[in-house]
């Protein structure tokens, strides 16, 4: 099994490197020059074959613009355009096709929409929070909720208070109407007037003290003092905070219990600021809990919180959550996936359809026949595991999709690529490392001395500088990590862009620490 995969990978080797020698010299507009031609006669006649490369007899892989010879010595044998069928192809038989596991697919149009994938959290909504106080101080007379998680209704007694403030406000409104009342006869008018004037203001006092109208007005008819003030509740809810007991003293102001409206919930999360513009308020959202795998809750964004916190780079949006069956419960996690805007209707393709070198991105078209050739794409936005194409491809296209064909091979692609650019020594001997004992020292140091190669707990935070929530990674040598582009110290692969999100996962999946 393990020399089967040792063949399948130089198979995928040799079928790439021939591709992206390809893909370069017809990118650069080098031709092989005119001594790389033969001719052949066929009755009578003659026609030239034009040479596109010339390789190893014995590695396929090892592919050269020039005649000369091989690391081996051996003479180097061209490879021939008819063979290719035209200029830019490679062609592949099926048995090899089916050991290196090529899979391919239709480019198709589709419309995607950005999406943009955070955490977030379950929290009160802050409109519907209240907190039972008094301005009177006294004793906890009775709790008739006695415990948090309680449920209540509007109008519900909560809790009897024994106040000597408020049986002395009381008192002196019993007086004053008694004094009123004995004064209202008076022929002096100023007398007659003082009277209403008391009871003007022990009224206010009471009032005050949060004495209903008709705790006041039972008081003025019936003329006996309550020695308890009850307090009720302001709306139904749930008792969330209870900060009292039976017979505590307390003094005014004091916090005693705290109710939540718990039917509806503020579902808060963190977007990076390159997010923002893939979404607005009115924004749809599937959201997912672990507590009940497979079940998708629907929401809109209702609110984008105005300010943007320095060190994060974040801003806070918030979806409103119904919870009229209470199966929700703050401080709950969730996984959100913001459908943002629509981005149009154009050619798609996946992601592991794309071999990225420097700032190129090439696909594999399949011509069929097991023919293939390398094509420089345009992409576009990114969303749903498809990149948009804006240019160098068709609908209809079928292209390599096979993401062990593409992505194992990418180290040697860059390889070759290095290789197949080089303009530098003899034209016999260009394939050959002249310095390999040198080379391997020097890789070795730089392996050890590269601050990109991170170890121990890696703090990704610290890492992303520019503070714009992306770092690049290896894909190979996940804790291989910088802030600006760039390529792994340690196969010389182009680092790949990554969220802070995404390559806190791909770190731990791949089990190193993260701060």
Do not use: H
Request: charged share 25%; hydrophobic share 35%.
């Amino acid at each position: 099994m393990k020399n089967k995969n040792i063949i399948i990978g130089v198979l995928a080797l040799s079928l790439v490197a021939a591709l992206l020698y390809i893909f370069v010299f017809s990118k650069s507009g080098n031709n092989v020059n005119s001594s790389g031609s033969t001719t052949s006669e066929n009755n009578g006649g003659s026609s030239e074959r034009k040479v596109l490369y010339w390789r190893a007899p014995m590695n396929p892989s090892e592919v050269y613009d020039k005649p000369g010879k091989s690391r081996m010595g051996m003479d180097l044998v061209p490879v021939y355009e008819d063979e290719g069928a035209e200029s830019g192809i490679v062609k592949i038989s099926g048995t090899t096709q089916q050991n290196m596991n090529v899979k391919t697919a239709i480019v198709k149009k589709r419309k995607l929409r950005s999406q943009v994938i955070t955490n977030g959290i379950l929290e009160i909504d802050e409109r519907k929070e209240f907190v039972v106080t008094t301005k009177v101080g006294g004793w906890i007379e009775k709790l008739y909720v006695n415990y948090t998680g309680q449920e209540v209704r509007k109008g519900e007694k909560l809790i009897d208070i024994y106040s000597p403030e408020l049986v002395a406000a009381q008192q002196e409104y019993i007086t004053a109407l008694s004094y009123a009342a004995s004064v209202m006869n008076s022929s002096d008018k100023d007398i007659s007037m003082s009277g209403e004037g008391l009871i003007n203001n022990s009224i206010r006092k009471l009032e005050l003290l949060d004495v209903s109208d008709k705790e006041i007005e039972r008081l003025r008819t019936t003329k006996k003092i309550n020695k308890y003030v009850t307090l009720y509740a302001p709306f139904n809810g749930t008792v969330i905070s209870k900060e009292v007991i039976e017979g505590e003293k307390i003094k005014p102001g004091s916090p005693l219990l705290k109710i939540a409206d718990l039917s509806n919930l503020w579902l808060m999360a963190d977007i990076y600021e390159y997010e923002l513009a893939k979404i607005s308020v009115g924004s749809s959202a599937d959201i997912k809990f672990n507590f009940l795998p497979g079940k998708t809750f629907k929401g809109k964004l209702s609110f984008i919180y105005p300010t943007l916190n320095p060190k994060t780079r974040t801003v806070k949006v918030r979806i409103d959550m119904p919870n009229y069956k209470n199966e929700l419960k703050p401080s709950m996690f969730a996984t959100i996936t913001i459908n943002g805007k629509d981005l149009g209707d154009y050619p798609v393709v996946p992601e592991d359809a794309i071999i990225r070198s420097g700032q190129t991105n090439i696909i594999i078209l399949a011509l069929g026949n097991g023919k293939f050739r390398p094509v420089d794409v345009k992409l576009g936005n990114y969303a749903e595991g498809y990149y948009q194409v804006l240019n160098g491809l068709t609908e209809g296209s079928k292209i390599v999709t096979s993401a062990q064909f593409l992505i194992d091979s990418e180290s040697s692609l860059k390889a070759a690529l290095s290789q197949f650019t080089n303009t530098e020594g003899s034209d016999d001997m260009s394939g050959m490392d002249m310095n390999e004992s040198t080379g391997k020292e020097n890789k070795e140091t730089e392996k050890e001395q590269s601050p990109l190669i991170r170890k121990g707990t890696i703090d990704l935070e610290s890492i992303d500088k520019n503070k714009d929530g992306k770092v690049y990674q290896d894909i190979m040598d996940w804790n291989v990590i910088s802030d600006e582009p760039g390529r792994c110290p340690i196969c010389n692969m182009e680092l790949r862009e990554f969220t802070l999100k995404k390559a806190k996962e791909n770190l731990l999946e791949n089990g190193f620490k993260v701060k």
